[in-house]
């Protein structure tokens, strides 16, 4: 997304579309399977994230790309907060012997 600042650039790119949508459904993937290992991981649109896969890959004619545009701007950068956050608490238990 490095190359594709504004909305109208990004629905004129079916590349970048395309690839943006395959990443989502590989993060919710992972949420996915993450939760099933951590149910009480503190992500806080955990439901939506994978509701958006489903839709991705199984409703693809629904898809919004303002509501990706929306994800992409919005919602992406608080879920890497939540998940560095994580990551970082994860760590400082391997430190200490806790896991």
């Known amino acids: 997304?490095?190359?594709t600042d504004s909305y109208n650039e990004y629905i004129?790119?079916?590349l970048v579309i395309d690839a943006t949508e395959r990443n989502l459904e590989i993060i919710a993937e992972a949420l996915k399977g993450a939760l099933r290992l951590e149910p009480e991981l503190p992500i806080s649109n955990a439901s939506k994230i994978i509701g958006l896969r489903n839709i991705i890959?199984?409703?693809y004619y629904e898809i919004e790309h303002d509501?990706?545009?929306t994800?992409?701007?919005k919602d992406l950068p608080a879920l890497e907060v939540e998940v560095k956050k994580i990551?970082?608490?994860y760590e400082r238990r391997l430190e200490l012997?806790?896991?």
């Open 1 to 3: 997304m490095a190359d």
């Open 12 to 14: 004129k790119n079916l």
């Open 57 to 59: 890959n199984h409703q």
């Open 67 to 69: 509501r990706i545009w």
């Open 71 to 73: 994800i992409i701007k």
């Open 87 to 89: 990551l970082e608490d």
């Open 97 to 99: 012997n806790e896991l």
